[in-house]
């Protein structure tokens, strides 16, 4: 049995859609265990999974990981689903309180590098439970990842408040860095080669169906996230799960940042079959 991680949110359902809807098989005997971004980092490195999508900044603190080729959540500018709303400007942050979600790894560096390198301010991050509202009763500005970013949304252009500022956090990554932004990798631990290789394999085909099957996909999360249909399919077509080149350059860009804000130690070597 192979115990693959699943994120919690509706950014990956497209690579999980033909193993759920019995369209792919596998002789690996897949059982699919679901979990928030940082509770699948935790999984992975305890042992208690053997594969899941993997936080990006989580890779460079362990690149013993191994990774399967051609898979990431990633976008190429707006993201959708990974958001900062915020009482003030992202300049005016300087010495504020700003909430981060628990269940956050990359997000909350991405974040980080932004206000940190791009508006040259030093936020108080506090971890909080991912509820907007609450966030915002004590801190100027809150971080929301995923589903919970996507229904503070309200499902369109609407904000919470009317005095609360939305800020797409792939949106400012692209507009500083002019890069793609990756959140996740496909990562391994435990598993023989020839595993790995069928597993990407499965998944790759899981995903070819996903990405045929979009609208029945939105149609799913347009229903469990309670937004409606027209940006349930927008959302999926911010969101990318490819890994190219291009990829590649703005997850090193990501690194680069991280190590100099001290998030990480390293810049990790990409192995080099990863495209």
């Known amino acids: 049995m192979v115990k693959l991680g699943r994120i919690d949110f509706a950014n990956s359902d497209p690579v999980y859609h033909g193993l759920e809807s019995g369209e792919v098989d596998s002789e690996l005997d897949i059982r699919l265990v679901d979990g928030f971004p940082r509770s699948l980092n935790s999984m992975l490195e305890r042992g208690d999974i053997d594969a899941a999508p993997l936080s990006s900044v989580e890779y460079a603190r362990n690149p013993d990981y191994g ?5 990431s959540v990633s976008s190429d500018g707006e993201v959708g689903s990974i958001l900062l709303f915020s009482r003030r400007s992202p300049e005016e942050l300087d010495g504020e309180v700003v909430a981060v979600p628990a269940t956050s790894a990359t997000s ?10 791009f508006h040259d301010v030093e936020p108080e991050f506090d971890v909080r439970h991912p509820d907007v509202e609450s966030m915002l009763d004590d801190a100027s500005a809150a971080l929301l990842i995923g589903d919970h970013a996507l229904m503070a949304r309200r499902g369109g252009e609407e904000a919470p408040a009317e005095d609360v500022e939305v800020h797409d956090l792939g949106e400012m990554w692209k507009d500083a860095t002019g890069e793609r932004m990756v959140y996740a990798l496909w990562a391994y631990t435990g598993l023989s080669p020839e595993e790995a290789e069928a597993l990407a394999e499965v998944l790759e085909e899981s995903k070819r169906v996903g990405y045929r099957e979009k609208d029945s996909i939105a149609r799913d999360i347009a229903e469990d996230v ?35 804000i001290d998030a990480v130690e390293e810049v990790p070597e990409l192995p080099e079959d990863l495209i």
Not at 67 to 71: S, T
């Open 67 to 71: 990774l399967l080729p051609g898979l």
């Open 226 to 260: 309670e937004v409606p249909l027209e940006y349930a399919n927008r959302y999926l077509d911010l969101i990318d799960h490819g890994f190219t080149g291009e990829h590649q350059s703005g997850l090193r860009k990501y690194y680069e940042f991280a190590r100099e």
């Open 108 to 117: 909350t560096v991405l974040l980080e590098i932004l206000l940190r390198l």
